[in-house]
Structure formats: structure tokens, C-alpha cells
């Protein structure tokens, strides 16, 4: 994920979130904070996502993986949330069933395809339950953002 | 036998309608279909339809009364599923009323 910015500074690790608009907002003030998205990224994924839901019912647990459109991103970035306890994001095929989300992979993309390899090699990550499931259980920050990065960088070589 | 072309649209065109598309050009690749998979925005759809022989569908709001076959590809982004999405686009695309 060379073209990525992703580090274990942005990841947030077992916090409790009422909402899915607190992490997205926690999550994006990282990424603003490192000038990797502009300032109105939170507000433009918020408001994607009450028309476009990415709430995806993976096992053993349900990511998601909010984005906002490409003129919000600065430098293509992935922020990730782990949650004590799951928050509801809408179904990416129907915004009226809602998913219990416990782990939030916020992107920050550019339009291209530049991102291809990467975003696919994401997606086959939480696929494997096997995956999800070590993401969950990883120790600390800074070994999930390993686990991610080793993932990722892996699955980019197979696509 | 023509090339098929399929949409696929999202919200923007660029997260998740791309992982789809790129599975989807993958998955039938390897099962000997020769196929034209476009990502596009939501927005972008309409214009696109009449030269199109299926839509994979992540998205709400797709119209019904639209005259194309739709498959909801959201088995592709889940992984839970894969093999029945494929198989519902060949039998459309080869065995449906468009061709």
C-alpha cells in the first residue's frame, strides 16, 4: 500500500462511539490534522453516506467503509476504527436496514485507478474471517496497523 | 459472441463500485467470459444504460421499470456468496431475453 498514507497513528483503537458520525468524525480529524483530506472531508463522507450507506455484513464481524468524492482528498489515505461496542451504519444496498459495524476503514481516494490494487486488496482482507478476526483480536495500535499493511501489501502482489 | 458491457454504479464511482468492477472483470475472466465492466457514478448511469447488457447493483435507488437485467452484487463486496452473483450475471447475459 505504498501509495497509501496509513500509519498506526491513524488507527483508533477500542474507543466507545455512540453514533457512526462520531468515529467518522474522529477518524477524519486525524486525516485533517495530517492534511491528507481537506477540512470539509467529514461533512461530505457524512452526507455521502446517509444517501450511499457502506455498511457491509462481513464475518465474523461488519465493517465499513466510508469515503467522500475525490475533490475532499488531498493525498489517498485509510483511517481505522476498532470499537469496544458495534455502532449502526445502513446496508451499501439499502439504507434502511442497518448493520452493527465493529471495525470503520475510513478512505481518503483520489478518482483513477490508481487506488485499484489497493481498494481490492482491502476489501479480499475482510473477506477472509480468518483476518477480521486476528484484526480484532490484535494487541495494540500499532500491531493492527502491521496486520493491515502486511494485508494489504500481500494481497496487492495476487491482484 | 459480442462483447458483454456491464455497469456498475456507487455513490461516487470510485471506492466501491471499483473493488466491484474489478471482481467482477476477475471472476469472469477466469469462466471464459469476454466482458467490458465500467465503474461509474450513480449520476452517471442514465446516459449509459443503452449501451450496457447488465447493471450489478450496490446502491439503493436503482429504479425498477429500467429495460437492462440487474444482479445485486453486494456478495462480491462481502465475499459471502461470490460464486451465485457470477453465476446469475452468465445465465443473464447468455441466457436472458437480450441476447
Known amino acids: ?159 | 459472441m459480442a462483447k458483454f458491457r456491464i455497469l456498475v454504479p456507487c455513490g461516487s464511482g470510485i471506492a466501491s463500485s471499483t473493488i466491484c468492477a474489478q471482481k467482477i472483470r476477475k471472476g469472469l475472466g477466469e469462466r471464459g467470459l469476454d466482458v467490458e465492466v465500467k465503474q461509474l457514478a450513480f449520476r452517471e448511469l442514465q446516459g449509459e444504460i443503452g449501451k450496457a447488457d447488465l447493471i450489478v447493483s450496490i446502491t439503493p435507488g436503482l429504479k425498477s421499470d429500467l429495460n437492462i437485467p440487474v444482479v445485486n452484487g453486494l456478495p462480491l463486496l462481502t465475499g459471502v456468496g461470490e460464486k451465485a452473483v457470477f453465476d446469475e450475471i452468465i445465465s443473464k447475459l447468455t441466457g436472458g431475453t437480450k441476447q
Open chain 1, 1 to 159: 500500500m505504498s501509495d497509501v498514507a496509513f500509519d498506526e497513528t491513524l488507527v483508533v483503537m477500542d474507543k466507545s462511539f455512540q453514533t457512526k458520525e462520531e468515529v467518522i468524525e474522529t477518524l477524519a480529524a486525524r486525516l485533517i490534522e495530517k492534511g491528507y483530506v481537506k477540512p470539509a472531508f467529514a461533512g461530505a463522507v457524512l452526507e455521502r453516506e446517509s444517501k450511499f450507506p457502506t455498511g457491509l455484513p462481513t464475518k465474523p464481524v461488519c465493517v465499513a467503509i466510508p469515503h467522500a468524492d475525490p475533490e475532499y482528498c488531498i493525498k489517498p489515505c485509510l483511517a481505522v476504527a476498532r470499537l469496544t461496542k458495534p455502532v449502526k451504519f445502513g446496508l451499501m444496498t439499502n439504507p434502511s436496514v442497518q448493520v452493527d459495524v465493529s471495525m470503520v476503514f475510513l478512505l481518503g481516494l483520489h478518482k483513477g485507478s490508481d487506488h485499484v490494487t489497493f481498494l481490492c486488496a482491502l476489501t479480499e482482507m475482510f473477506q477472509e474471517e480468518k483476518y477480521l478476526k486476528d484484526l480484532m483480536e490484535a494487541d495494540d495500535a500499532r500491531k493492527l496497523a502491521s496486520m493491515i499493511e502486511k494485508g494489504v501489501s500481500m494481497r496487492e502482489g495476487k491482484t
